[in-house]
């Protein structure tokens, strides 16, 4: 697993490099064209809603009531560390000021939805990556969930993974090499905050069926 980590960390700093020097690519204006291909109302709008938990301040808001969610029902540890996914917001941010990189101009996709900051990492994909791929680690762990809940949370957790970056790029808010370092970059995030999680089971005043013996 560190191997696979370490081989994801450099592809995402080969990656910034590429960026930083190559702002429009052959690729990017590729990938956009064919996304934007087929475009009508319906899949706008659809396009749209699947970013919208990603956007402030939905996203906080998404955290702070899944958080509060857990708290309410005794899962006090698993609490804080919904709390803690919020820190993609941060990390995005900072290499988005270093990267510094233009988001996708009129002239070369279609905008339906103008954004401020820059442009790489994508923000929207490195938070659903550490918040909703932590909720799916959660419902693998907290078995005293009911399973209805748990696969309901899995099944959506995962459908917002896989389709945020269809939608970032058909929205004209980032171009492809976006999305994937927002995807390199949140896989060493979701497993650094998972293994902080794991490494000490929540007790009896952590859960409300302590998973320590």
């Not at 820059?118 to 009911?146: D, K, T």
């Amino acid at each position: 697993m560190l191997f696979v980590l370490t081989l994801i960390t450099a592809g995402f700093i080969v990656l910034t490099l590429l960026v930083h020097l190559f702002p429009i690519s052959a690729i990017d204006l590729k990938f956009s064209e064919e996304i934007q291909e087929h475009q009508n109302p319906f899949i706008d709008k659809l396009m749209y809603l699947i970013s919208c938990p990603g956007f402030m301040p939905e996203s906080v808001i998404l955290v702070i009531v899944t958080s509060l969610l857990f708290f309410l029902f005794k899962y006090k540890k698993a609490a804080l560390f919904v709390l803690l996914t919020s820190a993609a917001g941060l990390i995005s941010t900072i290499i988005k000021m270093l990267v510094n990189r233009p988001r996708p101009s009129k002239d070369l996709v279609r905008i339906l939805h103008d954004t401020t900051q820059q442009s790489f990492p994508s923000g929207h994909m490195l938070f659903y990556v550490v918040f909703f791929g932590f909720l799916i680690l959660l419902m693998f762990q907290l078995e005293n969930v009911p399973k209805i809940v748990r696969y309901m949370v899995g099944l959506i957790s995962a459908f917002f993974i896989f389709t945020i970056p269809f939608s970032r790029i058909y929205l004209g808010a980032h171009w492809f090499t976006d999305v994937l370092g927002g995807f390199l970059l949140g896989l060493p995030s979701l497993y650094l905050l998972s293994w902080l999680y794991l490494r000490k089971r929540a007790g009896k005043e952590e859960a409300p069926v302590a998973e320590t013996k």
